[in-house]
């Protein structure tokens, strides 16, 4: 099973900074890495697959980069509805495998 | 407009079985391959089992297997999850996923609201 190892656990960051998620896999994944956001009480929600593609509808400050087994997500100006739980999941091998999640929370 | 409602979560005594339902909506049900993610209370996201398209391929996560069986109905829009020999450490909020594309890699663009199965003596 590829582990998927989140940090920071929690990132707490003040609205209008630059927050930086990581994501390491335990063995490559290729580009087949997605981001979701999570709210509380709310079902995840697709923000990048693909390692680097935005899904439909999410803004422009989100970007993600990486491939193989170092992954990194960016919210370039974080807004007050940005502050969620992120996790990234691989979906190269079976069985399919989420990080652990990173908390964003109002510094 | 995409819909996923999961149905059929509650409680369930340990060793006993639930069925979770899934009504789709709002896409061509038959072209996409669906999961089960779960979610224990205060922790973090688990897959637990995906079935192909047409329903010749599934799989599962290791916790699961041998106890949970994931089907669908494509004449009826549904995805399913029949759940046996229930443990505690099954309680959390099911969803039900739709994947992005008609064929792999398996992303996740909707998901259900979650049905929460709790089980418990």
């Known amino acids: 099973e590829i582990v998927m190892t989140q940090s920071p656990a929690t990132l707490s960051v003040s609205p209008g900074e630059r927050a930086t998620l990581s994501c390491r896999a335990s063995?490559?994944?290729?580009?087949?890495l997605a981001w979701y956001q999570q709210k509380p009480g709310q079902a995840p929600r697709l923000l990048i697959y693909?390692?680097?593609t935005r899904a439909t509808g999410i803004p422009a400050r989100f970007s993600a980069s990486g491939s193989g087994t170092e992954f990194t997500l960016t919210i370039s100006s974080l807004q007050s509805e940005d502050f969620a739980v992120y996790y990234c999941q691989q979906v190269s091998h079976w069985p399919l495998t989420f990080g652990g999640g990173t908390k964003v929370e109002i510094k | 407009e995409v819909q996923l409602l999961e149905s059929g979560g509650g409680l369930a005594q340990p060793g006993g079985s639930l069925r979770l339902s899934c009504a789709a909506s709002?896409?061509?049900?038959?072209?996409?391959?669906m999961s089960w993610v779960r979610q224990a209370p205060g922790k973090g996201l688990e897959w637990v089992s995906l079935i192909g398209d047409n329903g010749d391929f599934t799989n599962y996560a290791d916790s699961v297997k041998g106890r949970f069986t994931i089907s669908r109905d494509n004449s009826r829009d549904t995805l399913y999850l029949q759940m046996n020999s229930l443990r505690a450490e099954d309680t959390a909020v099911y969803y039900c996923?739709?994947?992005?594309?008609?064929?792999?890699?398996?992303?996740?663009?909707?998901w259900g609201q979650g049905s929460l199965v709790t089980v418990s003596s």
């Open positions: 063995q490559s994944v290729s580009s087949n």
């Open positions: 693909g390692a680097s």
């Open positions: 996923t739709k994947d992005l594309n008609g064929y792999p890699p398996h992303f996740f663009d909707y």
């Open positions: 709002g896409f061509t049900f038959s072209s996409y391959a």
